[in-house]
T-cell receptor, first 112, second 112 residues
Framework: GENVEQHPSTLSVQEGDSAVIKCTYSDSASNYFPWYKQELGKRPQLIIDIRSNVGEKKDQRIAVTLNKTAKHFSLHITETQPEDSAVYFC???????????FGQGTILTVHP | DSGVTQTPKHLITATGQRVTLRCSPRSGDLSVYWYQQSLDQGLQFLIQ???????AKGNILERFSAQQFPDLHSELNLSSLELGDSALYFC???????????FGEGSRLTVL
């Protein structure tokens, strides 16, 4: 089955800095790559996603880049704010219907 | 509010017992997914249904079973519970098999 590796497992930055989280996947047929944010005790919420026919997508301070050849994609958060502190999960949809395979998560802490 | 409803929100039970978790998907969504999130763990895929039919299965234990009913709500049954089954169980739904996943608030199961 699909294997998704996410790094780093923890990331600590100062407010205003940028944060980058990277994921690699194993199935070259994968076609959908979302990122979810989960605050403590809450449900995961989609923050941005990208499909395999696009190399980059941006939404205000958040961007995702995809390198299909290398089978990796990254989440970039610029001008981080304390409210960005949460666990971020990458996910991959391969060829097995709609299920998403998630990475292990990155705990992002933004210090004021 | 994602529109996905899960009950109960919290459940405390003893080893060896059986529980049923319920999920009502967003109106019109045909796909339902179940994920398990243990402490310090990512989101582990359990099972997916689409319009009443099982579509994909993850590493779901034989003690666990699920179904999706004609009205599209789903139930996850966990039996012969063990301490290690303590976790947050999320249900998610999507309008079709390739759409965005919308997560419910989760059911927190504690096995004592």
């Amino acid at each position: 089955g699909e294997n998704v590796e996410q790094h780093p497992s923890t990331l600590s930055v100062q407010e205003g800095d940028s944060a980058v989280i990277k994921c690699t996947y194993s199935d070259s047929a994968s076609n959908y790559f979302p990122w979810y944010k989960q605050e403590l005790g809450k449900r995961p919420q989609l923050i941005i996603d990208i499909r395999s026919n696009v190399g980059e997508k941006k939404d205000q301070r958040i961007a995702v880049t995809l390198n299909k050849t290398a089978k990796h994609f990254s989440l970039h958060i610029t001008e981080t704010q304390p409210e960005d502190s949460a666990v971020y999960f990458c996910a991959v949809r391969g060829t097995s219907y709609g299920k998403l395979t998630f990475g292990q998560g990155t705990i992002l802490t933004v210090h004021p | 509010d994602s529109g996905v409803t899960q009950t109960p929100k919290h459940l405390i039970t003893a080893t060896g017992q059986r529980v049923t978790l319920r999920c009502s998907p967003r109106s019109g969504d045909l796909s339902v997914y179940w994920y398990q999130q243990s402490l310090d763990q990512g989101l582990q895929f359990l099972i997916q249904y689409y319009n009443g039919e099982e579509r994909a299965k993850g590493n779901i234990l034989e003690r666990f079973s699920a179904q999706q009913f004609p009205d599209l709500h789903s139930e996850l049954n966990l039996s012969s519970l063990e301490l290690g089954d303590s976790a947050l169980y999320f249900c998610a739904s999507s309008p079709r098999e390739a759409g965005e996943l919308f997560f419910g608030e989760g059911s927190r199961l504690t096995v004592l």
